[in-house]
């Protein structure tokens, strides 16, 4: 079974709009991790926000935030106020009881002017 | 002042040969990894030292062997490569178990 599941493989958002990128994963474990990165058109990774299971409240970071629905063993991003700039891949990932991360498929977000 | 760096940038090589991927770290974290993005922009990780030592070491082809000679150096090196080994591969480093902090990766193309 997948760890990280991403079921948008290519998404559009209207500039200045917000938008949610979906999530879900798969563990057993009780105290891990979720983040997410973003891999714009040159490659590089660039992390966004963390998550922790314990952490009662959703993390924000400027206009990311993250929609962590543990029951639903969900971490959705919403991005508010779309920009330009923010087109580009969108990767989930989970660490477990190890270093490791585990990423999903990725989300291809278009912002449209 | 890059945080995490890698060398080179591009790696073009033909088959059979040997190639190493240097990375640098100065952001003082005491874990490095190396993860492979293949074709599909799927990323995996390879592996992972914490203060010099291996503690992650996923099924991959005994090829390839990272070396850590300092906490804040992992290289990379791949011997006898191959076609399917085309992909682009990133260094990473975290302090503990938080966020890991990618390098910006290099492209390797095997001819």
């Known amino acids: 079974a997948q760890k990280i599941t991403q079921t948008q493989p290519g998404m559009f958002v209207q500039e200045k709009e917000a938008v949610t990128l979906d999530c879900t994963y798969d563990?057993?474990?009780?105290?891990?991790?979720l983040f997410w990165y973003k891999q714009p058109s040159s490659g590089e990774m660039i992390f966004l926000i963390y998550q922790g299971s314990y952490d009662e409240q959703n993390a924000t970071e400027g206009r990311y935030s993250l929609n962590f629905q543990k029951a639903r063993k969900s971490a959705n991003l919403v991005i508010s106020a779309s920009q330009l700039g923010d087109s580009a891949m969108y990767f989930c990932?989970?660490?477990?009881?190890?270093?490791?991360?585990?990423f999903g498929s990725g989300t291809r977000l278009l912002v449209r002017p | 002042d890059t945080a995490v760096s890698q060398t080179p940038k591009y790696l073009v090589t033909q088959m059979g040969n040997d190639k190493s991927i240097k990375c640098e770290q100065n952001l003082g974290h005491d874990t490095m990894y190396w993860y492979k993005q293949d074709s599909k922009k799927f990323l995996k990780i390879m592996f992972s030292?914490?203060?010099?030592?291996?503690?992650i070491n996923e099924t991959v082809p005994n090829r390839f062997s990272p070396k850590s000679p300092d906490k804040a150096h992992l290289n990379l090196h791949i011997n006898s490569l191959e076609l399917g080994d085309s992909a682009v591969y990133f260094c990473?480093?975290?302090?503990?178990?938080?966020?890991?902090?990618f390098g910006p990766g290099t492209r390797l193309t095997v001819t």
């Open positions: 990473a480093s975290s302090q503990d178990v938080y966020e890991q902090y």
């Open positions: 563990t057993s474990d009780q105290s891990y991790g």
């Open positions: 990932a989970m660490r477990e009881f190890s270093y490791k991360l585990i």
């Open positions: 030292y914490n203060n010099k030592e291996l503690i």
